[in-house]
């Protein structure tokens, strides 16, 4: 399989910026202005959240984005709708994020070839066990050029971090400390013996680094242990500020990726 | 035919462990451990002599002439309302809270919905002198005030769950929260069939201890291992589960759940989730759940705390898809009849969970020769409140 996310690890493979936020937060129909806006300044990978009424992942800021959304009509059909035609505006690789149920009711065969349709590169689905994705959806997932991106914690053993490695197609999301998103910030000494680790344990997959992100300090950090971080919670914390949704992005990325 | 969950953690196409990766090393390292744990010697030693000698086993099998007059049958109940601390609850936290400690957990978490599992923790935790924290829905926190006083008398910490409906399911989104932010000296006692592998199992064979004395109970009374029919009430399922376990094989035994219909199944307030849900995945197993077409779980509501959960155990989906289980449904108002009708037959106020296992006494066709057992789970001390508000006295 290759697709944009394997051409964006190739190319710039070091300081890439991905940044979360929930689709149908603020307003339903902000999620194509909130992409362009994100390609416009600098952004290299995007995270289009699906949002589920139970996220038992996610901490209050992306918990309450999630319910706003919901209230607001957010529903798979209604992002799909949002979507359909973003690949004629937007280059970079985009993946969608979500909880396992919604794609379950939605069908998980239409809803890969839809993802395919669309031009979406790749699924984050925290509650999908890599057991069952492996054997009841891997194959509807390669046959639509989709990468299933899989998680791995500080307490993640050895054994998995292989067995997780060989399932890994695109790259892998380093979760920086056991939490759900948004709850703990910076990164402690505790946590660089984690990523030292990590990184002599010699993946083949590329890493980005995930959970605690959150300004150009975290950022700088998460840097030098992988090829990049994600940012969620603090950014979709950042859209809630009183301002044309343009400049609040412009502002918000500016101050991460500032000299970096 | 096997009702049991099998090796890869399914009952049927139901259960299995759909869990952030978070949870995994604390959920694998249960599953790899929990059977030999629970058939180990010292396990079964102490477990036993708690259950017998701090909760009461093993509880009474009562056969209730007045209302057995009345429907012109043969009614026993099952009285776990006189376990210690008021129900059924107690028997599964026993037995988690001896796991916890041979897996050297020093912080307990539980969710509870109408307070008698996070009363059921609370106690045992002050038994092993473990840190305890309870998560309980706002609304709930209002409506079973007493159980959360005596939680907070234990030593337990109460925190209050503020999303969603505020009821059982936000309360279990928050202790799977607390545990994926805690993941090394916390054990999460789950209190009913619910949940990822190994729980659902794990929690079954805990309450299985009800069908196993009704069994021989019954040889001792009438000289019949078997009744005719199990009634129990069902909101993940744990006391009915307990209640069918040992006669899941007995094939002449008719196995009846009940669900909360809160104002009707026509409403949209309503629990009764076999009854209206769809197959789906919530709290890391795949069952039957109440949600939107786009796979939104659905707020539900009940009078009882305790069934007010949009989802139900793997384990009686199963149960449900392949016929061995019916399952029917109560409204608010005819549980409030049938706690009253037992309040003033048997002098038993019950609580209003096991109340529903009561109200469909006049919807089934029982002949005089019948044998049915009633899982009576808890007792109504705790919904006093409710009952007074709604008789006036």
């Known amino acids: 399989m290759y697709n944009r996310i394997n051409k964006l690890f190739q190319g710039k493979g070091k300081n890439i910026l991905s940044v979360y936020f929930t689709a149908g937060y603020p307003k339903l129909n902000d999620t194509k202005t909130i992409i362009q806006e994100l390609v416009k300044n600098g952004v290299d990978l995007i995270e289009i959240g699906m949002p589920f009424s139970d996220p038992v992942a996610d901490g209050p800021v992306i918990q309450h984005s999630s319910l706003v959304a919901l209230q607001n009509g957010m529903s798979i059909r209604e992002l799909f709708r949002q979507l359909e035609d973003i690949r004629q505006s937007v280059d970079i690789p985009l993946i969608l994020m979500g909880y396992i149920n919604p794609v379950l009711q939605y069908g998980v065969d239409q809803f890969c070839q839809k993802c395919r349709e669309i031009g979406i590169d790749g699924l984050i689905i925290p509650d999908l066990p890599l057991s069952v994705y492996e054997e009841e959806y891997k194959s509807i997932f390669e046959a639509n050029n989709l990468h299933n991106i899989f998680l791995i914690t500080p307490q993640t053993s050895d054994e998995r971090l292989r067995t997780i490695d060989e399932a890994s197609s695109g790259f892998i999301y380093m979760v920086s400390s056991n939490s759900t998103t948004g709850a703990k910030t910076g990164i402690s000494e505790l946590q660089k013996n984690y990523f030292e680790r990590i990184n002599a344990f010699g993946l083949k997959n590329p890493r980005l680094i995930g959970f605690g992100i959150s300004n150009n300090e975290t950022f700088r950090n998460a840097c030098q242990y992988a090829q990049g971080a994600i940012i969620g919670s603090a950014f979709v914390n950042a859209l809630e500020v009183d301002s044309p949704l343009d400049e609040k992005i412009s502002h918000f990325i500016e101050s991460i990726a500032k000299d970096i | ?393």
């Open chain 2, 1 to 393: 035919m096997d009702y049991q969950v099998n090796r890869k953690g399914y009952y049927g196409e139901f259960g299995g462990a759909y869990i952030p990766e978070m949870m995994v090393p604390n959920i694998q390292e249960l599953e790899s451990q929990y059977l030999e744990i629970m058939h180990s010697y010292d396990f079964r030693q102490e477990f036993i002599g708690l259950m017998k000698n701090y909760v009461g086993r093993p509880s009474p099998l009562y056969f209730a002439k007045r209302l057995s007059e009345k429907y012109q049958s043969n009614i026993f109940l099952k009285r776990e309302d006189l376990n210690h601390t008021g129900s059924h609850k107690i028997n599964n936290t026993i037995g988690q809270i001896l796991v916890a400690k041979k897996l050297g957990k020093t912080r307990i978490i539980a969710e509870t919905g109408a307070g008698q599992h996070g009363l059921a923790t609370a106690t045992v935790c002050a038994l092993m002198g473990l840190k305890c924290i309870v998560y309980m829905g706002a609304v709930d926190v209002e409506r079973q005030a007493p159980n959360v006083k005596k939680m907070r008398m234990l030593g337990a910490e109460v925190i209050s769950a503020v999303s969603g409906n505020k009821t059982l399911k936000d309360a279990t989104n928050e202790a799977m929260r607390d545990w994926i932010n805690n993941p090394v000296d916390t054990y999460y006692i789950i209190g009913s069939v619910v949940g990822p592998h190994p729980y659902p199992d794990m929690v079954a064979r805990f309450q299985s201890v009800i069908s196993e004395e009704i069994r021989w109970q019954l040889e001792e009374q009438i000289g019949r291992e078997n009744p005719d029919r199990i009634i129990a009430c069902v909101g993940g399922g744990s006391n009915a589960a307990g209640a069918f376990y040992h006669f899941l094989n007995q094939e002449g035994v008719e196995l009846i759940g009940v669900e909360a219909a809160g104002k009707g199944i026509d409403t949209k307030e309503t629990a009764a989730t076999i009854t209206l849900g769809t197959p789906g995945v919530l709290h890391s197993s795949r069952s039957i759940l109440m949600q939107t077409e786009d796979g939104q779980i659905t707020e539900p509501y009940s009078i009882s705390a305790g069934l007010d959960y949009p989802g139900i155990g793997p384990f009686h989906a199963n149960l449900f898809a392949t016929r061995r289980a019916t399952y029917l449904w109560a409204t608010d108002a005819e549980v409030l009849d049938a706690a009253l009708e037992l309040t003033r037959l048997e002098g038993i106020i019950p609580a209003l969970e096991s109340a529903h296992a009561l109200a469909v006494l006049p919807k089934i066709k029982l002949k005089p020769e019948e044998i049915t057992v009633i899982n009576l789970s808890g007792r109504g001390d705790k919904d006093m409140e409710t009952y007074l508000n709604h008789f006036g006295y």
